[in-house]
């Protein structure tokens, strides 16, 4: 057989984009608060993790610019070398201080930041417990481990408590989850799990992209939200989401941090976030430690858009957060709406397996606080339309 056997045979993509089917890897043209332009067409935007409307913001743009004059675009180097700036050690204290944490350590991707942790931390004969919802870089990261990996059932703290009554108590123990699951929008049961690592000596690690900026009184996250930030031994978060820029970082004790710091592969062998990439996360958090009336309304945002499409007859799922999947359970029929969507001038993303379980296909829709009543009036409507022709709403 030859190598490339199997690319020849791939032939699913090309079957979608024939059908006018295919939704991933749409080029953007340009971009405007939450409209962008696709085919040369305007597009309303209900698929970016833009949360807190901070990609276009007037500060945040400005800082970016005036990095790039002090510093260049790149710092062609790796953090261990050249590519330590001092705008990164900036960031690094203002993120270990926003966290409550001792200290914090910045990476170039979010995928990087998971590889980095797990690897790092997880050893031989060590343990990693990881919930069966987990980001892709989360299993990954597992698996580029030298410990043992197991898998309990997603939010199942029963099954959790099952796989860690079997280990030793002398085998070292992290618990890993999402604190808010990208797709369905339901977050971790934190108390739960801080219960369990109590009992069975387990450390926790809570990957919050999705929950930094969003979720507790003061935006830090799932642990805020549920009041256990002291019980919480390691946060990750990524910048590309609430903080609008590219790249991740972790934050925990002190030791542990310098640890990662010094061992992890992923960043001593990965060249530094960029200048204006740091300038932009320093901005970012800026406006989110200052401006809480962002998070406000983007639950107020949340709460409608919810409810709305609830009483259209859409099943929303168990989404508890401005991550608002539309469950559609049928691939065939998710690709149809996000095609009548398109069509009707809104960017939505249809999610299907793997990134979701077999059968659980959903259009993935995610709010900004900077949405406007009559941007979200129009795409309450065009899913009522697009619903209703299809079959897929009463």
Known sequence: MDLFDKCNTFTRAEEAMEADLYPYFTPIQEVWGNKVKVRNKEMVMVGSNNYLGLLDHPKVKQAAQAAIDRYGVATCGSRFLNGTLDIHVELENRLAAFMKKEAALTFSTGFQTNQGIISTLIGKGDAVLMDRMDHASIIDACRLSFGDVYKFKHNDMADLERILSSLSPDQGKL??????????????????????????????MVDDAHGLGVMGTNGRGTCEHFGVEDEVDVVMGTFSKSFASLGGFVAGNKKVISYIKHFARALIFSASITPASVATVI????????????????????????????????????????IIPLMIFDDEKAFMLWKSLRDHGIFANPVIYPAVSQGQSLIRTSYSATHSDEELDYVLECFRQSGKALGIIP
Request: net charge positive.
């Open 175 to 204: 618990i890993v989850v999402d604190g808010v699951f990208s797709m369905e929008g339901d977050v971790a049961d934190l108390p739960g799990i801080v219960k369990l690592a109590k009992k069975y000596r387990s450390r926790i």
């Open 283 to 322: 901005a970012t958090l800026d406006i989110i430690e200052t401006e809480p009336s962002r998070r406000a309304r983007l639950w107020e945002i949340t709460n409608k858009m919810k409810s709305s499409f609830q009483a259209m007859g859409y099943n929303t799922g168990p989404s508890v957060t401005p």
